[in-house]
Antibody, heavy 114, light 109 residues
Framework: QVHLVESGGGVVQPGRSLRLSCAAS????????MHWVRQAPGKGLEWVAD????????NYADSVKGRFTISRDNSKNTLYLQLTSLRTEDTAVYFC???????WGQGTMVTVSS | QAVVTQEPSLTVSPGGTVTLTCGSS?????????PFWFQQKPGQAPRTLIY???NKHSWTPARFSGSLLGGKAALTLSGAQPADEADYYC?????????FGGGTKLTVL
């Protein structure tokens, strides 16, 4: 059975950084593209970024371009999202999802507050 | 970045039929946008109902169907049940980037 488990969320001050992780199991991670999606409290879903199976292709939403970096370590079956220059509007639950969006993690909460 | 629009809220009677739509600020939605539809209930991760316009997963109830309708992507629910009360999101692809619609809150009443 495929599982995605996010971690790394927490409370952070504006302007600081955080790294999120998404550990995958039950799938051939090295052959799977991956996405990050976020959801602010009480708001809708927002696609954040994606990365191809081998890391050669990355795409970002305009709202995070230049501040967030997606990466992966296929030897560890793990996807990452480096969040820098955080703003209060980045407060959200961050989900990782398998390419095709049929598998999602349960999310990790990031709160940006002074 | 494109803006994807959905009805903010809709109400359907139990056993009734309702169509949710998904429009794009760039023009007509086509199969090339690979429309997805997701259902999300409070406190849960989204669940994919429809992918690539009209394809269903094994877990997608038969009462849900996807299509293109009048330049938009559409999700039709036929025979609504109380368990279908949820938020529904569409997702469109724009040459490597993806954009969610704002979501439709569906009430079964």
């Amino acid at each position: 059975q495929v599982h995605l488990v996010e971690s790394g969320g927490g409370v952070v001050q504006p302007g600081r950084s955080l790294r999120l992780s998404c550990a995958a199991s039950g799938l051939t991670f090295s052959k799977t593209g991956m996405h990050w999606v976020r959801q602010a409290p009480g708001k809708g879903l927002e696609w954040v970024a994606d990365m191809s199976y081998d890391g050669s292709d990355k795409n970002y939403a305009d709202s995070v371009k230049g501040r967030f970096t997606i990466s992966r370590d296929n030897s560890k079956n793990t996807l990452y999202l480096q969040l820098t220059s955080l703003r209060t509007e980045d407060t959200a639950v961050y989900f990782c999802a398998k390419d095709g969006f049929e598998i999602w993690g349960q999310g990790t909460m990031v709160t940006v507050s002074s | 970045q494109a803006v994807v629009t959905q009805e903010p809220s809709l109400t359907v009677s139990p056993g009734g039929t309702v169509t949710l739509t998904c429009g794009s600020s760039t023009g007509a939605v086509t199969s090339g946008h690979y429309p997805f539809w997701f259902q999300q209930k409070p406190g849960q991760a989204p669940r994919t109902l429809i992918y690539d316009t009209s394809n269903k997963h094994s877990w997608t109830p038969a009462r849900f169907s996807g299509s293109l309708l009048g330049g938009k992507a559409a999700l039709t629910l036929s025979g609504a049940q109380p368990a279908d009360e949820a938020d529904y999101y569409c997702l469109l692809s724009y040459s490597g980037a993806w954009v969610f619609g704002g979501g439709t809150k569906l009430t079964v009443l």
